[in-house]
């Protein structure tokens, strides 16, 4: 964990056994008081990095695998519900929810380049280049709300190392065809 002059917190998962955490200590100790939704999302963060390391899907993969959009996609998705099952919070609550009308226009799009590989400045995760904001995140939290929809027994942790076939066949989204998936 590092500290840094920017606003706010930032982490990535390097490799499987290697998170990254910046933190601004200023703004997290604020005259004398811990700021609460820093906190809140540090706490949101380690976990959400922790899925990430258990996937084994991070920053460096081993040799011969590549970082695909779509794996990538729902990485993201996994890792938000397994943070979010493990802490809650009102405000985290508040800011990792998404509007389906949002990004429902995107999905059959997404559906045609999901099984390319990731560019380092991707704006299908990120958004940009007219895509919401976060674009790829909110798929992923997407497609995993629609598995947990689906079964009962659903696990952020039991699907962790499941491969993108296996989870998008448990989520039925079909990106080309989407009305019959849409939430109710
Ligand atoms: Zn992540």
């Known amino acids: 964990m590092y500290a840094w002059e920017k606003d706010g917190l930032a982490a990535f998962t390097q490799a499987k056994d290697w998170i990254d955490i910046k933190i601004n200590y ?7 008081k811990i700021d609460k939704n820093l ?3 540090l706490v949101y963060i380690i976990y959400h990095e922790m899925h990430h390391a258990c996937r084994g899907y991070a920053g460096i993969l081993p040799k ?7 794996n990538s996609v729902i990485s993201e998705g996994l890792a938000d ?6 802490y809650h919070s009102k405000f985290l609550t508040e800011t990792k ?9 995107w999905i059959n799009k997404f559906g045609k380049v999901m099984w ?4 380092a400045d991707d704006s299908w995760l990120y ?17 995993v709300q629609q598995i947990e929809e689906k079964n009962p027994k659903f696990n952020p942790v039991n699907l962790v190392k499941s491969t993108p076939e296996k989870i998008l066949e448990l989520s039925e989204v079909n990106f080309f065809n989407l009305n019959k998936n849409s939430p109710k």
């Open 116 to 119: 390319n590989k990731e560019s």
């Open 97 to 105: 929810s998404f509007d389906f009308s949002e990004i429902s226009q």
């Open 39 to 41: 906190l809140d999302q």
């Open 81 to 86: 519900y397994f943070a979010l099952e493990q």
């Open 127 to 143: 958004g940009g280049r007219e895509k919401p904001k976060m674009l790829g995140y909110k798929i992923g939290r997407y497609i």
């Open 64 to 70: 011969n695998k590549e970082h695909i959009l779509i």
């Open 26 to 32: 200023q703004q997290f100790f604020y005259k004398g």
